[in-house]
């Protein structure tokens, strides 16, 4: 039995925490810590939590004795590191959300804390269990494609997704939330890269990108300022406040009504007064937000064996999707992480042939989750694993320490300086 506190409430930590829940005999939550009145009744609320196991900040919790195994720390990225490092003083073991720091100072703090304390740094790269990465990872390992030749990943962040998230939302600006869009939306894939490269090190990375689209100049003719308020092309626009979030109300309710998701009250009259308050970064036409994170971008890296990997970013898709191509001396592999499914090939000599190919469903392999169910079942599978390393397993093949999560962030920080600075990074 491990037992854990959740240092910011919000809705990252508060689903690994529900592990709790499903296997009770496994987790036990004894705590909370964050400044929200409302998360913290919500957090005592679902896990039975007395008022003396609620605390009002992480500082809160810091300074009294250790009071449990592990912290599940799901704060906004600018507080990972700062709030990190003292949990590891006091003796915790800490899951921490990714990005796990917001720059390459705070990584090299945090690594020292934990070379020093000696204390477990997990990282939630929850695509690292997903049954489809897995796979993908096991043939690898396998040598089922030969010596990996190039990395081909890319992630199309979809136009209701771009907007809720980036455009008009937390991470619409770098120097407010600490993270670019391609470490706040990308460092998985980064990370991916790495995990398939197995320790070989990145050597360089150029990169470029940048936001050109979702700009003043490129707002529709006769737009107006706020979509419910002002705007007469309002009904024809798919950026439409209304068509995104009224229209589909079970659309990032997270992100786009906390306050009423704390409230209770989620009735389309509430919902629409929000957006009809110009104060609402949610009322604002999104081309004329002040929003400063790129809208695409692509990364190019070479690892220390000539391996070399491509990752492409764009923002404002119709569909979304990941992307995977793995292409190796003696095979490839190929898939959509979306349709749960992907391609392996070879050469075929035989006379009328040319390439010999298999396509793997993951539901044939028992994983009917998909892409769905937090992010894959990525979300579940970690936050067990969490667990199971906290109480002396083994790490499992998709455990990712901090040591092994080093090298895909500083692939992110480096290829953002790349693309600021127009020039190829050095590791
Ligand atoms: N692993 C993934 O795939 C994934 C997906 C989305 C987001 N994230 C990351 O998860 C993190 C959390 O995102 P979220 O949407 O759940 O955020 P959130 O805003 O819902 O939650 C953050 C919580 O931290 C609390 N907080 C603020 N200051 C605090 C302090 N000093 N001590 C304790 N708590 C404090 C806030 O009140 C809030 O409840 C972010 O870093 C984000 O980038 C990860």
Redesign the pocket.
């Known amino acids: 039995m491990v037992t854990a506190i959740i240092?910011?409430?919000?809705?990252?930590?508060?689903?690994y925490a529900n592990y709790a829940l499903e296997h009770p005999e496994k987790l036990r939550i004894v705590g909370v810590?964050?400044?929200?009145p409302e998360?913290r009744a919500m957090a005592a609320e679902r896990f039975g939590l007395t008022p003396e196991q609620c605390?009002?900040?992480?500082?809160e919790?810091t300074a009294l004795p250790k009071q449990a195994d592990a912290i599940i720390n799901?704060?906004?990225?600018r507080?990972?590191v700062p709030?990190t490092i003292p949990l590891l003083e006091r003796g915790y073991d800490v899951l921490l959300?990714?990005?796990f720091a917001i720059s390459i100072e705070e990584v090299k703090a945090l690594e020292a804390a934990a070379a020093r304390t000696g204390r477990k740094v997990m990282i939630?790269?929850?695509?690292r269990y997903a049954p489809f990465y897995v796979e993908l990872k096991r043939r690898v390992l396998a040598g089922e494609i030969g010596k990996l030749v190039t990395l081909e990943t890319a992630e199309h962040v979809s136009y209701h997704h771009y907007s809720t998230a980036f455009a008009r939302g937390?991470?619409h600006r770098e120097d407010q939330?600490g993270?670019s869009f391609l470490m706040?939306k990308c460092c998985?894939d980064l990370d991916l890269l790495t995990w398939y490269m197995s320790g070989v090190a990145p050597v360089r990375v150029a990169s470029f990108g940048g936001l050109h689209y979702f700009t003043r100049e490129n707002a529709p003719a006769d737009s107006g300022e706020h979509c419910l308020l002002d705007c007469p092309i309002e009904e024809k626009c798919p950026y439409s406040v209304r068509q995104l979030y009224l229209n589909h109300p079970d659309r990032w309710v997270?992100?786009v009504w906390?306050e009423l998701e704390e409230s209770g009250d989620l009735s389309i009259e509430a919902k629409t007064a929000r957006l009809k308050d110009p104060a609402n970064p949610y009322s604002r036409c999104i081309w004329k937000m002040d929003n400063n994170v790129a809208d695409r971008q692509s990364v190019v890296v070479e690892f220390a064996d000539g391996t070399v990997a491509t990752h492409n970013l764009v923002g404002g898709t119709s569909r979304p999707m990941r992307k995977i191509h793995l292409l190796g001396t003696e095979g490839e592999l190929e898939g959509v992480f979306d349709d749960n499914e992907f391609t392996i090939r070879h050469i075929d000599t035989r006379p009328g042939h040319e390439t010999r190919e298999e396509r793997i469903n993951l539901a044939d392999l028992g994983d009917t989750t998909g892409a769905f169910g937090g992010?894959g079942g990525?979300?579940g599978n970690l936050a067990a694993d969490f667990v199971s390393l906290v109480d002396g397993g083994a790490p499992s093949i998709s455990c990712t320490m901090l040591s092994d999560s080093i090298n895909g962030h500083l692939i992110g920080f480096y290829a953002d300086r790349a693309m600021r600075e127009h020039r190829v990074i050095e590791f």
Do not use: I, N
Not at 33 to 36: F, G, H, L, M, T
Not at 55 to 59: E, I, K, L, P, W
Not at 74 to 77: A, C, F, Q, R
């Open positions: 240092v910011g409430a919000g809705h990252r930590a508060m689903g810590a964050d400044p929200s998360r605390f009002a900040s992480a500082d919790l799901g704060t906004m990225d507080q990972h709030t959300e990714k990005p939630c790269h929850v695509l937390k991470w939330c993270s706040s998985h997270f992100y906390p992010h990525g979300d």
